[in-house]
């Protein structure tokens, strides 16, 4: 069975670094675009950006440059999303999804459970 | 940025029902480059449509989309209570990719 498993919900501290994964399983990892989607509470979905990990290639939307960074590791078949200073507007669900199409910018077809990162004082 | 505008916001239908949604494009979406996810409360978003009308492996056939350029639909046909949901679309033709702002679709 293709899926992805994302790593449990976090409380953090404003100021805080932290690192959430996306496991993969059941299909080729490194061949697929990986992508990262935000959903703020009671809100909708933002893309925030897609990371290729057979050669690390990533496309970033601009509207998070410089505030996460996405990472991947070939062998252990797991994306990551990451934050070197969180703050209290990072509250959210942060989803991983697999693109549908082999190695092309497609469709998100496969999605994370979420993981909820809670930012407060 | 192609800004997409889901209507209407909320949506109220009865059992076997048709519904219909709306996403508009501020610009040409190329090659019809356009999916649709439903999500149900408490759950990540499950893929419906990719390619503006191409159905995502598993989904029904009531659901349908359809659309070129900047005007997209999606039908569902003979509604089920289990359609209630926020139905989004999704553009990923240019990057910034984007996504509408929801539609919710309550079905009782």
């Known amino acids: 069975e293709v899926q992805l498993v994302q790593s449990g919900a976090e409380v953090k501290k404003p100021g805080e670094s932290l690192k959430i994964s996306c496991g993969a399983s059941g299909y080729i990892f490194a061949t697929y675009w990986i992508g990262w989607v935000r959903q703020m509470p009671g809100k909708g979905l933002e893309w925030m950006g897609l990371i290729y990990p057979a050669n690390f290639d990533t496309r970033d939307n601009p509207s998070f440059q410089g505030q996460v960074t996405l990472s991947a590791d070939k062998s252990a078949n797991t994306a990551y999303l990451q934050w070197s200073s969180l703050e209290a507007s990072d509250t959210a669900i942060y989803y991983c999804?697999?693109?549908?199409?082999?190695?092309?910018?497609?469709?998100?077809?496969?999605w994370g459970q979420g993981t909820m990162v809670t930012v407060s004082s | 940025e192609i800004v997409l505008t889901q209507s209407p916001g909320t949506l109220s239908l009865s059992p076997g029902e048709r519904a219909t949604l709306s996403c508009r494009a501020s610009?040409?979406?190329?090659?019809?480059?356009l999916a649709w996810y439903q999500q149900r409360p408490g759950q990540a978003p499950r893929l419906l449509i990719y390619g503006a009308s191409s159905r995502a492996t598993g989904v029904p056939d009531r659901f349908s989309g359809s659309g070129s350029g900047t005007n997209f639909l999606l039908t569902i046909n003979r509604l089920e209570p289990e359609d209630s949901a926020v139905y989004h679309c999704?553009?990923?033709?240019?990057?910034?990719?984007?996504f509408g702002q929801g539609t919710k679709l309550e079905v009782k």
């Open positions: 610009q040409s979406v190329r090659d019809s480059f």
């Open positions: 999804a697999r693109c549908r199409d082999l190695a092309y910018f497609d469709a998100f077809d496969i």
């Open positions: 999704q553009q990923y033709a240019g990057s910034p990719w984007t």
